[in-house]
């Protein structure tokens, strides 16, 4: 049954998708080709995004902790122009995206970079960390590579493939509830969390790649993720029932990574 259900999720969530790769002319290696549906355009979930990203921006504001003029601000918007710089490299479109860039003052250890271009980086994440412009580099070429690589829209074609996949199983195989709720699990495991790893590790490698491109070292990412896992404190989940890599792993490949990534560092230097 369970070989049955995957084949068929898998069948059924692919239809009415175009393979396509988002990114192109990387130095790490990212050759994943992507699933999307032809129905969900890049110019439809870009503007969706925006209009959320305008409202978390509005609120922020609204509530005095939206930062425009303090050091963090100034920095992140100075690193963020460095690393857009260089955007276009590996996805040509990307020179005419909106790209806005915002600080929120926040204990939040995060950053985000949404489709088209919007980035957040919350306070917390710097002073809590202490982070180098090397390691800020690092956090914020990863979330723009997220950008880059189109992985909210692919992960919207796939939670519509998901709900494509349980309906169709249950129709063309007359599934009972019970049934419907194994097909759920089965499909979540073997079309979800897989990829969103392997998204993962495409915005660690290709984030690697800007920021040395940009003039950052590519080591700063080794010493970024110590940090991290230093302030998560042992209470990440394990590697397989998550949708990121554990520390050690992702590590171990950008290790990997940076010898690749090292001639275009010294590059950039150079110029």
């Given amino acids: 049954m369970r070989k049955v259900l995957v084949t068929l999720s898998a069948t059924i ?3 009415g998708c175009q393979a396509v790769n988002t990114t192109h002319g990387d130095a790490v290696g990212v050759e994943r080709k992507q699933y999307m549906f032809s129905m969900l355009s890049t110019d439809q979930v870009n503007q969706m995004y925006a209009q959320s990203y305008k409202e978390t ?8 902790v939206l930062e425009k003029d ?5 920095r992140v918007r100075a690193i963020a122009d460095r690393l857009i710089a260089q955007a276009p490299k590996l996805r040509a479109d990307a020179a005419q995206w909106q790209w806005e860039v915002n600080v929120i003052k ?3 250890l995060n950053a985000n970079c949404g489709p ?4 957040i ?4 994440l710097i002073d809590q960390l202490k982070l180098t412009d090397g390691e800020l580099a690092a956090v914020m070429g990863h979330e723009i590579a997220h950008a880059l690589r189109e992985h909210g829209r692919e992960a919207m074609s796939k939670a519509y493939g998901v709900q494509m996949a349980r309906q169709g199983a249950g129709a063309l195989l007359g599934l009972g509830e019970n049934s419907l709720q194994l ?5 979540q495991y073997s079309l979800t969390l897989p990829n969103s790893r ?9 984030g690697l790649e800007l920021s040395a491109r940009a003039g950052y070292d590519p080591n700063a990412a080794i010493t970024l993720w110590n940090k991290m896992g230093a302030a998560a404190n042992g209470s990440a989940p394990p590697e397989f029932m998550s949708t990121h890599p554990a520390s050690a792993n992702r590590i171990s490949s950008l290790q990997a990574a940076i010898p690749k990534v090292m001639p275009l560092y010294q590059q950039s230097k150079k110029s």
């Fill in 106 to 108: 926040s204990d939040e």
């Fill in 13 to 15: 969530a692919l239809a």
């Fill in 70 to 74: 303090t050091a963090d601000a100034k």
């Fill in 198 to 206: 392997s998204n993962e590790n495409e915005a660690d490698l290709i």
């Fill in 183 to 187: 097909a759920d699990t089965v499909v």
């Fill in 57 to 64: 921006v509005g609120e922020a504001s609204s509530k005095g």
């Fill in 116 to 119: 088209g271009g919007k980035i």
């Fill in 121 to 124: 980086v919350y306070s917390g």
